[in-house]
């Protein structure tokens, strides 16, 4: 029998409950997106998946014509709301949009969760919005108004919510406020339905009351009030609830982030596959790679510096961008959808327009604290889709890597840095930076020598540089003028240049040298690869010539403070000869080597190789082998029928409580209730509110009509049954629930047994009726209608 249309009323109170519901969890969409884009497609989206839902609850529409709709409505809607830039006059779908909607369906999911958040109307990534509001708005409603369970409906903007918070930030929005308004409107959602189908249930049975005794009996008005009530006192519930939660947050808010999609997914840009840009300092200081421009650049500001990468982990060998063994931000590279919020940066804006000549490489070149960049050229599109930002370390990246004729813009904010003398005035900041691998033996030396006597992390830090600057000379090595400088910034290497009688490198060694040494002072320090140009009014030549490498610092008020430790380019004097009798270290005295007693024969073995396990026989390890298969195949199997197991469990335990009910009249109409959902898991559904005998009607035969009879009898007679009546009634209900299975295949026997209908809403749990009291007839019939509610559909 098909479902009547549903009332007006009934639409429009669903409809106006999951609007309610959707907008509050859209709420959680607004930090991927910030673009008033978002707005737009919820509102839009939400109406045209209510309309098609209610189109179909009217007109009775089938599962596969709602799916039509909803297709038809996704390629109409689509473009113009999901990918706005392809949509022709703003509002028609073009070719090239549909396509870009189509395949988002399936990419765009991954893709929001490797790029950085917000991301606006950037590409296709508002199509898995629009896919997720448009299929909970025409599921969920078209499950409120249609489906024999429809509260399920409020499902649909919880999932929604959830989504959301999942591809989203690890911050939200008003978490508490949202969370305890979408549970609100959930809970008042399903009352108010519950409270309109008692009320249904209530007025027909007070028109079948009408029609049977012709009284015109109306609905007591007490039955008016109890959705009323119902809501009262769920609201206060739900008040209490609310402010106990609201205290709880706010007396023990959450101390970290929270846990998000994003924060887990392996990013397609990872810097630890790429050889760090450090180790190559002394590539771009060689012949011929000296005086060749490598790329240039208009509107640098004066004394500027040109970031290439920002290392922060060292292992003792190299300096680089993250770490297999730690967790450093600097190694979590995103996606750039089209802007980077650098509102909390104080500093001045710069823009600047770069042309690649002979630079190539991964790492992009760039300025400052990125707010966006604009590739220009025929690759422009490529590079789009494969640049990759970390904000922590101001690190932009190419998959691919850039190469000559590569053209791109700029716009940055320069950060305010202290004034030159101010080193003394720092103090250390509460930046986190990976451990140091392998700290050089010479590092805490030196550095005891620079710091004695001085006081505070931020003079310490000043006389630090102060003596590597004064202490040290340039040389790269590389010239037949220049004394011999070895390259690398390894342990060792960092060693030699401590330890050595001149101190000689370049900005490699001294950059890595005073980070560790801004470590021990307690600074979190990071290492800078990049180009300090002499910058020209208009455009900038950089060449190899102006690589170099410095160091940044986080401190308080300031947050990273750029420092170059590279001593000034000056001649490096003639070293000193060596004097023979100079011991730089006291000799050491070796003591007398000390024989050791013969130890005893007996503990020879146990110090000599561990004992080799017993090898088992051939037959033993195919045995243990096929119990260890088996063992795990019965773990599986018994996993897997756990829910069947607990659905039997929970019947037997039904049918065994009404067997041993106290009185015999409980024990009868627990057996007419048992008879009555075996019928029920048998696929039977008998009518709304139908009585005993209707019931029996229903299932056929004369059998199932005579302990309907019994049943009224005992129910209604004035004289209490017999514990023998109820042991017969009970017999006639094994017998008649045996005779359900008659005809049936072993498949359907089964469905019988694991059905959860008698368990649901169809059969309800029927409680025990009491005997009639003085009033008559009148009484017995509540009684008995209330049997009747308690099996409705």
Known sequence: ?????????????????????????????????????????????????????????????????????????????????????????????????????????????????????????????????????????????????????????????????????????????????????????????????????????????????????????????????????????????????????AGAATLAPPTGPREVLRAALVQPFDPRDYVSPLAGFRRYLQTGESTDVLFTVTGLPTDARIRVATLDTYDGIVYSVGSEAVASESGSFTRVPYRFDQSSVEGDPVSIDVTVEGYTGVWVPTVGRLESVAFTGSRSATLRDRFYYNDTAATAAVLGGVRAGDRYRLEAVLPDQPAPGALQALRPGAAVVPEIGVLPAEIETVLDRYTDGVEGAGPQLAVMIAGLRENGYISHGIGADEPPSRSGHSADRVTQLLTDQRMIGDAEQYAVTAALMARQLGFPARVVFGFAPDVQSGETRVTGASVSAWIEVDTVGFGWVTIDPTPPVRP???????????????????????????????????????????????????????????????????????????????????????RRAATPLARISGGWNEYRDRVVDHGLTPPATATRRELATVVGGSQPVILAAIADRAMFSPRPPTAEEADKVWKAVRELSAHLDNGATRWQRFKARISLRSLGKVAGGGRVPRRPNDKGTRDSTRAEASQGEGATP
Request: charged letters at 15%; hydrophobic letters at 55%.
């Open 1 to 245: 029998m098909r479902r009547p249309r549903p009332a007006a009323s009934y639409i429009v109170a669903n409809t106006a409950m999951l609007w309610l519901g959707i907008a509050l969890a859209s709420i959680a969409l607004w930090p991927i997106y910030q673009s008033a884009a978002i707005v737009l497609l919820v509102a839009v989206t939400t109406v045209a998946g209510s309309a098609i839902a209610i189109l179909g609850a009217v007109f009775r529409w089938s599962s596969p014509v709602v799916l039509a709709a909803t297709v038809v409505a996704f390629l109409l809607l689509g473009v113009p709301l999901a990918v706005p830039q392809q949509a022709l006059y703003g509002v028609l779908p073009t070719l090239d949009g549909l396509v870009q909607l189509v395949s988002s369906v399936a990419l765009g999911w991954k893709q929001l969760l490797t790029i950085t958040l917000p991301v606006g109307t950037y590409q296709g990534l508002l199509v898995p919005a629009f896919v997720l509001v448009l299929g909970v708005s025409v599921c969920s409603l078209t499950a409120a108004l249609r489906a024999r369970r429809g509260g399920l409906a409020v499902m649909g903007p919880i999932v929604l919510f959830v989504v959301a918070a999942a591809f989203g930030p690890d911050y939200a929005i008003l978490p508490l406020f949202v969370s305890l308004a979408l549970i609100v409107s959930s809970l008042v959602w399903l009352m108010w339905r519950r409270w309109y189908a008692r009320r249904n249930a209530v007025r027909l049975l007070a028109r079948e009351a009408r029609s049977t005794d012709g009284t015109g009996a109306v609905v007591p008005s007490e039955h008016r009030l109890v959705g009323l009530r119902t809501i009262v006192a769920a609201g206060v519930i739900l008040a209490v609830a609310g402010a106990a939660g």
């Open 572 to 658: 490096i004097p003639e070293e000193l000869p060596e004097e023979p009798t100079t011991v730089s270290r006291p000799q050491s005295v070796i003591p007398p080597q000390v024989v050791e007693p013969d130890r005893p024969v007996e503990q020879t073995p146990q110090e000599s190789t561990p004992e080799e396990p017993a090898t088992l026989p051939e037959w033993l390890v195919i045995v243990l082998l096929i119990a260890q298969v088996l063992g795990w195949t019965l773990l599986a199997a018994a996993v897997i029928a756990s829910p069947f197991l607990a659905i039997m469990a929970a019947k037997l335990r039904r049918r065994r409580r009404r």
